[in-house]
């Protein structure tokens, strides 16, 4: 309290503040608020993210979606809460009974503490107050590391809960789970490395004030669509969702849960999309900065009061759109073309990517050439290389040949079994005598038809 009282003697202008000192004047009711706002922050997100997904999809599928309950049926995310509020809940008579329990409040918890580092806004006056302060929670010198870490954490809860069910199916889900973190927060922490080489720093609020005059998706696109990747299999959403897949786990780790359990579960993992998505647009979309350079008109204005947060959850939720549009879109990857995907495709351009950048910057500083150059180029071309990728896989389809029928005799094992696509049944001994029949030939037996 006396950091603010010498502020408001002084009359600083929150613009001479660093988050860094604004952090550090504030006081502990300031903290419990900023704590309260996103806790609401995040829980209505995940209702609004639900109907959200079920909305778009069912317009991606030429169907209405929720329509009943509210306008536009934005109560419907409600009513499926209370449901599983209300639901009776089931223990099951083989699960560990503690870390049957405690698994959803880990994942559920995890979830909660990424959006502590991540900035809604610049240092900002409270109206009617003395008080200046960051619209921001936390920060550290290695904020980025601490979101990392507690995604990671996050998956204990998924092992856990699918370890102590005591059932197949989702300790199934569990070990896919563990393998599906580790392969995919390898190309995640490769993707991000760029972004600390432009940056400078790994704290959040500094990389965004390095993105005043443009965002890193532009030099880091291969980076940014390598993030984008990874933080779909990291959530476990779909093509990835492994470790949930109910043509084969029934639910997977899930499998055994009911009731608020349940929704612990189903409630980290939306709020593990807004995390992922949030922390996607801070490091690479200039967070809650406006969509142009401060050197344009207008762009103070709209870089203070209100507007920064808006700017926030518009990118936010622009990415969560790419969520959804992909889980509407593709198929679920089978487990070995998802390990091979993760390991042998996204690590190797991960580090050829990293390579390609660190040297080239390495090589413009040592000749005294401006770097601004050097990023601008290699965004370029890899946005080129990118394009050019993508039109190759995609190609031309090749002719399909089709095979030869194989004829199929449907009673070899004893019992009759329907042919495959590629097989076809012998013709019936009846079907030459329907022919005769028809054209008023003699039937094989020599009687007049």
């Not at 950091?3 to 929150?14: H, R």
């Not at 109560?75 to 223990?91: G, H, N, P």
């Not at 991540?118 to 290695?142: A, E, K, Y």
């Not at 399909?400 to 076809?424: K, M």
Request: contains cysteine; proline residues 7%.
């Amino acid at each position: 309290m006396h950091g603010l009282s010498m502020l408001a003697a002084e009359a600083v202008d929150p613009a001479d503040l660093t988050v860094t000192e604004a952090l550090a004047n504030d006081s502990i009711w300031i903290s419990i608020i900023k704590a309260v706002i996103i806790l609401v922050f995040l829980l209505t997100s995940v209702l609004f993210a639900v109907w959200f997904e079920r909305r778009v999809i069912g317009r991606l599928q030429q169907r209405p979606g929720p329509n009943r309950h509210g306008p536009f049926g934005l109560f419907q995310s409600v009513m499926d809460a209370m449901k599983l509020l209300f639901k009776e809940d089931i223990t099951v008579r083989a699960a560990d009974k503690v870390l049957y329990i405690v698994a959803p409040a880990i994942s559920v918890f995890c979830a909660f503490l990424i959006f502590s580092v991540i900035p809604f806004g610049p240092v900002t006056h409270i109206p009617g107050t003395d008080i200046h302060t960051p619209l921001q929670l936390t920060d550290f010198p290695v904020a980025v590391l601490f979101i990392l870490a507690c995604a990671a954490l996050g998956v204990y809860g998924i092992v856990l809960g699918g370890w102590a069910s005591g059932s197949t199916y989702p300790l199934m889900g569990a070990i896919r789970s563990t393998a599906q973190v580790i392969s995919y927060e390898l190309a995640m922490g490769l993707a991000l490395v760029t972004v600390f080489l432009l940056a400078g720093t790994m704290s959040t609020s500094g990389i965004v004030e390095s993105q005043t005059d443009r965002w890193w998706i532009w030099p880091l696109f291969p980076a940014f669509v390598l993030y984008v990747i990874s933080m779909v299999g990291e959530t476990n959403r779909l093509p990835f969702d492994l470790p949930e897949a109910e043509g084969e786990l029934v639910a997977g780790f899930m499998t055994e849960y009911s009731s608020m359990k349940f929704a612990w579960f189903f409630l980290a993992e939306y709020m593990n999309m807004i995390n992922v998505s949030a922390v996607a647009a801070t490091l690479f979309m200039g967070g809650w900065r406006a969509p142009w350079p401060t050197s344009w008109p207008g762009a103070e204005f709209l870089n203070s009061g209100i507007f920064p947060p808006i700017w926030l959850i518009i990118k936010i939720w622009l990415l969560m759109f790419v969520f959804v549009w992909i889980r509407g879109s593709l198929l679920r990857f089978r487990y070995d073309q998802f390990m091979k995907f993760g390991w042998k495709i996204l690590i190797p351009v991960g580090l050829g990517w990293l390579v390609f950048f660190a040297v080239g910057r390495q090589a413009f500083e040592s000749w005294g050439r401006d770097l601004n150059v050097f990023d601008a180029v290699a965004g370029l071309v890899a946005i080129l290389l990118t394009i050019a990728v993508i039109s190759f896989v995609k190609g031309e389809p090749e002719p399909e040949v089709e095979p030869e029928p194989e004829e199929l005799d449907a009673f070899a094992g004893g019992y009759p079994v329907p042919p495959l696509p590629h097989q076809s049944l012998p013709a019936s001994p009846r079907s030459g005598r329907t022919v005769e029949a028809r054209t008023g030939a003699a039937d094989p037996e020599g009687e007049p038809a």
